[in-house]
């Protein structure tokens, strides 16, 4: 069993059936033959999530993770700009190896909001557009000379996306020093779909209704 907040998630029909992961419980949408598809789609892509972790046992690992992991609630020392605190655990679970292997919450953001002029190769995109795989952009950063032209929004935005995928290779980078296991180009693939599966089951519900042709369209790859 795994638990989530105050639900609890088992094996049973009953542990991920749409309508009690929801709001639906007493609505249409809970009668509707789609929610049952919705479920069944996300039991699959559950339990293939957790196949990973019979393929690639050291993402099982147990850790200590934050899911509340953001700059924000690092405090750093003004003149030694030395690490001191971090603060805000009541987010924080003992957890797969593999839900840590993520991003600050402040290194995603940029990408988001630009999902209207991404290209289908972006992994946002083709990934589902999870935060958790934010768009990468390489490339030379631009001066912005006039920004009454027409192209100064785009180009302000794109040198945002690249300083962007910098500061997230630092960060992985860095933290592969520290542990070569997130330096391992096949576990950062490999822990990909248990990093949606926990998301998933975070957002509930409405989070498996909304997406549920993406699901299903994930489960009979």
């Not at 749409?18 to 509707?32: G, H, I, M, N």
């Not at 789609?34 to 993402?59: G, K, W």
């Not at 990468?136 to 300083?163: C, H, K, Q, W």
């Not at 096949?186 to 519900?205: C, D, I, S, T, V």
Request: contains cysteine.
């Amino acid at each position: 069993m795994w638990e989530f907040g105050q639900r609890v998630l088992d094996d049973s029909r009953r542990g991920l059936n749409l309508a009690e992961w929801s709001l639906f419980d007493t609505s249409d949408t809970a009668k509707d033959p789609e929610c049952n598809r919705a479920s069944e789609a996300m039991r699959t892509f559950y339990q293939r999530a957790i196949d990973v972790l019979r393929h690639y046992p050291a993402l099982g690992t147990s850790c200590l993770v934050n899911l509340d992991y953001a700059y924000r609630n690092i405090l750093v020392d003004e003149s030694s700009q030395q690490l001191k605190v971090l603060v805000d655990w009541d987010d924080a679970y003992v957890m797969p190896l593999a839900i840590s292997m993520d991003f600050p919450l402040d290194l995603p953001e940029e990408s988001a909001p630009s999902r209207r002029i991404l290209p289908p190769s972006s992994e946002y995109v083709r990934e589902g557009y999870f935060r958790s795989f934010p768009h990468s952009e390489y490339g030379a950063i631009r001066e912005i000379v006039d920004f009454t032209a027409p192209d100064s929004e785009e180009i302000s935005l794109r040198n945002g996306l690249i300083y962007e995928t910098r500061e997230r290779d630092w960060y992985r980078a860095t933290l592969a020093e520290c542990d070569a296991r997130f330096g391992d180009p096949q576990l950062w693939e490999a822990r990909k779909p248990l990093l949606k599966a926990q998301q998933l089951l975070k957002w509930g519900g409405r989070r498996w209704w909304s997406d549920r042709e993406w699901l299903q369209a994930e489960v009979t790859k």
